[in-house]
């Protein structure tokens, strides 16, 4: 018994190493980007790259806060513009998500099973073949070069893994709690509020984590789609601190460091709801 239980210590302690060294790995480019932004550029382009920024400066914060990437635009602009699409995103995918969940996984009807594998199969569709089709359809709607264009390609990346994860959550909820809820008198729109969606919300937050992530990162469509220069989102405006001949490392990285700030904080708010919400939305499919 000594043996089994000196066997199991070694086996969690090197478990435990091996997820050490995946973590460090994990984090450590996220260091390196926050430390470059951190140094001045004769440090960064020095031969002996140094991990820790001997004498460490906010000038290229300060550079792209206080200047105009474009003439007339500032990274405020660009901050504000994929705010806006992210959040959009969310709420519209979040909404609809679970209408379409709450459907799917109460009722029966007609193509229901044609329609769960679609959602499915959709996302096994490279986006880049979507390119092209979505931008004449979205000239077609008239509205190229607008906001609403990725707001309204966003939502449609994020709804079918809206969808599919959300009918998990619904379905593992009771029926009986409904059936008592109608039986006290409450109607099927207070039956939904006050029993439905506070259970399902951890899966909410998880698929709004997806949502974010996928409108907040998104570069090519945002590039197809926007021309007009003052409606950039900042993925869009990222690539202006790389010229043909050289690049802005020192901005890049700080421009970087600020762009990764807000999924970290959004992350950070709602952790403890999206652990439980993986493992809550696969109990019951």
């Known amino acids: 018994m000594t043996r089994r239980g000196g066997g199991g210590g070694a086996k969690r302690l090197a478990l ?27 440090e960064i382009f020095s031969s002996t790259p140094r991990p820790v920024p001997s004498e460490p400066t906010l000038e290229h914060y300060r550079q792209i806060l206080t200047g105009n990437l474009i003439p007339g635009v500032t990274f405020a ?15 519209l995918s979040g909404l609809v998500a679970l209408l379409a969940a709450t459907a799917v996984a109460r009722f029966r ?3 229901r ?34 906001l609403p264009s990725l ?26 709690l409904e059936e008592a809820a109608a039986i006290d008198g409450a109607s099927r729109a207070q039956t939904f509020r006050k029993v439905l969606f506070p259970l399902v ?17 998104e570069l090519i469509f ?13 993925p869009v405006a990222m690539t202006f601190f790389f010229g043909r001949d050289d690049t802005a490392w020192g901005p890049v990285m700080a421009a970087s ?5 807000p999924v970290i904080v959004f992350f950070l708010l709602v952790q403890r709801r999206m652990v439980s919400g993986l493992v809550a939305g696969a109990v019951k499919g």
């Open 16 to 42: 435990n190493g091996a997820g050490l060294l995946v973590a460090l790995f994990a984090a450590f480019p996220v260091y390196w980007m926050i430390a470059t932004s951190l140094k001045p550029s004769s």
């Open 77 to 91: 602009d660009f901050f504000f513009n994929s705010a806006l699409v992210a959040v959009s995103t969310v709420v």
């Open 109 to 111: 009807f007609k193509l």
């Open 113 to 146: 099973t044609t329609f769960l594998i679609m959602l499915l199969v959709v996302q096994m569709i490279p986006l880049e073949a979507l390119v092209i089709p979505l931008f004449l359809m979205i000239q077609r709607l008239g509205l190229y070069n607008t």
């Open 151 to 176: 707001i309204l390609t966003y939502l449609g990346f994020s709804l079918p893994f809206a969808v599919w994860m959300l009918r998990g959550f619904v379905a593992a909820v009771p029926k009986e």
């Open 201 to 217: 919300a951890p899966g909410l937050v998880a698929t709004s984590i997806f949502s974010f992530i996928t409108a907040w990162n």
């Open 222 to 234: 945002a590039l197809t789609f926007i021309n007009d220069q003052e409606s950039y989102t900042l």
């Open 257 to 261: 460091t600020l762009f990764t700030l």
